[in-house]
């Protein structure tokens, strides 16, 4: 079981609210990533990072911003939630040199 | 355009048979194909791993394999079990850039009934 955390696991929020998806790891490792995905679709990343400071666009375009100030921390926020970000998202990190990325459980957000 | 499709969408069976999940891929050029499985609300999990030169690769029940000529792959799952239940991804990684960049297929959903 891999050591890494997404909370919360469930969000219900109404359109406009700034809302920030957590995301830990405690195994030390130096890259992360954000996907997104819809129900029955494959995983879109969205932001990825490779250390402190590091953060870069994926290749599906989104509203959201993301930071790493800390190794273990990979916060992604949105500003104004809208229905259209209603997904899952999915944090997931790999250690350098490894080829296996671990994911987190998830947040599965719902806009009204 | 790189791409890697995946067949059945969906798949049933009873406790106890056996099933394979079908994986084609045009992601060039290849690094690596691995196979995750995705328990609903759950994020993906690792079970296997191969490269260009592997053909099979085994965990516990399931069992990978690879033709890296004709761009397939197929997961055999034996005496499946409940807990098999799941949707079977397969992620092909290309190694034409720095990010190892990661395709993803929609996957199988299987579900095993009793």
């Known amino acids: 079981e891999a050591d890494i955390y997404q909370t919360p696991r469930y969000l219900v929020i109404g359109t406009g609210k700034k809302i920030t998806l957590e995301c830990s790891q405690t195994m030390g490792h130096d890259k992360m990533y954000w996907y997104q995905q819809d129900p029955g679709m494959e995983l879109h990343l969205i932001h990825y990072?490779?250390?402190?400071?590091?953060?870069e666009k994926g290749d599906l375009s989104s509203e959201s911003t993301v930071s790493r100030i800390r190794t273990e921390h990979f916060p992604l926020t949105l500003e104004s939630a809208r229905p259209s970000h209603t997904s899952q998202y999915l944090c997931?990190?790999?250690?350098?040199?490894?080829?296996?990325?671990?994911f987190g459980p998830g947040t599965r957000l719902l806009v009204l | 355009k790189n791409q890697v499709e995946q067949s059945p969408q969906s798949l049933i069976i009873l406790e106890g048979k056996n099933c394979t999940l079908q994986?084609?891929?045009?992601?060039?050029?290849?690094?690596?194909l691995r196979w995750y499985k995705q328990d609903t609300g759950r994020g993906p999990v690792s079970l296997t791993i191969m490269t260009f030169s592997e053909n099979t690769k085994s965990n516990g029940r399931y069992t990978a394999t690879l033709d890296a000529d004709t761009k397939q792959s197929s997961l055999h799952i034996t005496a499946s079990q409940l807990s098999d239940s799941a949707s079977y991804i397969c992620?092909?990684?290309?190694?034409?850039?720095?990010?190892?960049?990661?395709?993803f297929g929609r996957g199988t959903q299987l579900t095993v009934w009793p």
């Open positions: 990072s490779y250390g402190v400071n590091s953060t």
């Open positions: 994986c084609n891929y045009t992601v060039s050029p290849f690094s690596n």
């Open positions: 992620v092909v990684s290309d190694r034409g850039s720095t990010l190892g960049r990661l395709y």
């Open positions: 997931a990190s790999r250690d350098r040199g490894q080829e296996t990325q671990y």
